[in-house]
Each structure stands twice: as structure tokens, then as C-alpha cells.
């Protein structure tokens, strides 16, 4: 069964860059593209992009300046980077096992999610 | 403001059938499959429902789904108390990119 866990940093100053790694275990890494999702009470869940083992990325436009992913395959893990973050940003951030364009929407495995908090 | 639409609650007496619904528009809904998600209380989202009306092995047949041009549809049958959680619907979008409903607030009276 397949398992996403992820860490990273969950309380951040304004200006600073937001970066979560997630861990895939007991599955495939190829053949998937790996998703990020944050939910905040404010905007619901909201699907920041994904990025394929190979490298491939699509990213959410509202978000995409501020945004890059990268693929590690030799660790089956996959990371997240949003800079010049604000207090909107706050959130849980979830990766996902997702389909790619056109695939399942949303993803099948969830990670447990991180909570991160912008504040001065 | 979610890209697709869902009735903020419902609710329903243990052994009911409830619906739920998610409207979208043609970009959206329209073109592409849904999924459902079912989030409990402190947890992660969980993967109920995908392309449109089928289940992933181990959740009950209790739950079920359809979709009609742009929207959607997420039927319980036999509610129980622990079907009480925050559903969510998904699909993609012109971009591509993933749109969410803002959910809806499941009670067991």
C-alpha cells in the first residue's frame, strides 16, 4: 500500500520561502505525477501543481510565479518551494499521488498533510 | 469563492439516504471526470468516489455517484454516524488545473 509522508517547516516569516518534501513508500514512483494541495479555512482546498517523475511540472497560475517543484527519483521523494510567502499562504499543504493532466483530478493517496504558518 | 459549486451542509437521520451535489460549467464538469473526497475531522482528504461513479476497493457500496453535464452528483444510502464529515468535490479545468467545491458539511442528526 502505497504511503505518502511529508516534512518540512511549519512556521515561516513573511518573505520567506515555504519548502515540504514528500517520501512515496510501497508504490511506484514512475508513471504518476505528484501533487501539491493546501487547504485553508479561508480558500478551501486549492490545488497549487504537480510535477511528473520525470521532471514535467504543471502549476496552478494564480501561484506559478512564486512556485517551482522538483523530483528526486534516486529517494522516490518529491518537494515543494514557495517563496516570498505572506499570511495568505497559511494553510495545510498536502502531496498527493495524482494522474497527471487529464488523470484523476485530485489524486488517489494523500499525505498527512503540514500545517504552515506565516506570521511576523 | 470555489470554481465548483456545493451546498454548504446536509444532514440525515442514521439509516437515510442523503445527496449531495456539485455544479460546475462546461470547462470544467462539462469536459472532464469527478472525484469525490471524504475528509473526517483532523484528517487528510480520502479518495471516495473517482471518474464520475466508481469506487476504490474498500469503500462500502453505500456510496455513489453519477454526473449529468455539469454537474454532479454524490449519494449515501444506510447514513451512518461515521459517514459525518466534509465532502469535497474535484475535476479539472481549463489550464489544465484541478478545481475543488467548497464543500459540504455532512450531519447525522
Known amino acids: 500500500q502505497v504511503q505518502l509522508q511529508q516534512w518540512g517547516a511549519g512556521l515561516l516569516k513573511p518573505s520567506e520561502t515555504l519548502s515540504l518534501t514528500c517520501g512515496v513508500y510501497g508504490g511506484f514512483f514512475t508513471g504518476y505525477y505528484w501533487t501539491w494541495i493546501r487547504q485553508s479555512p479561508g480558500k478551501g482546498l486549492e490545488w497549487i501543481g504537480e510535477?511528473?517523475?520525470?521532471?514535467?511540472?504543471n502549476y496552478n497560475p494564480s501561484l506559478k510565479s512564486r512556485v517551482s517543484m522538483s523530483v528526486d527519483t534516486s529517494k522516490n521523494q518529491f518537494s515543494l518551494n514557495l517563496i516570498s510567502v505572506t499570511a495568505a499562504d497559511t494553510a495545510i499543504y498536502y502531496c498527493?499521488?495524482?494522474?497527471?493532466?487529464?488523470?484523476?483530478?485530485?489524486?488517489?493517496?494523500w499525505g498527512q498533510g503540514t500545517q504552515v504558518t506565516v506570521t511576523s | 469563492q470555489s470554481v465548483l459549486t456545493q451546498p454548504p451542509s446536509a444532514s440525515g437521520t442514521p439509516g437515510q439516504r442523503v445527496t449531495m451535489s456539485c455544479s460546475g460549467s462546461t470547462s470544467n464538469i462539462g469536459s472532464n471526470t469527478v472525484n469525490w473526497y471524504q475528509q473526517l475531522p483532523g484528517t487528510a482528504p480520502k479518495l471516495l468516489i473517482y471518474?464520475?461513479?466508481q469506487r476504490p476497493s474498500g469503500v462500502p457500496d453505500r456510496f455513489s455517484a453519477s454526473k449529468s453535464g455539469t454537474s454532479a452528483s454524490l449519494a449515501i444510502s444506510g447514513l451512518q454516524s461515521e459517514d459525518e464529515a466534509d465532502y469535497y468535490c474535484a475535476t479539472w479545468d481549463d489550464g489544465p488545473i484541478v478545481v475543488f467545491g467548497g464543500g459540504t458539511k455532512l450531519t447525522v442528526l
Open positions: 498527493v499521488r495524482g494522474g497527471g493532466p487529464g488523470g484523476s483530478p485530485g489524486g488517489d493517496h
Open positions: 510535477i511528473s517523475h520525470g521532471g514535467r511540472t
Open positions: 471518474s464520475n461513479y
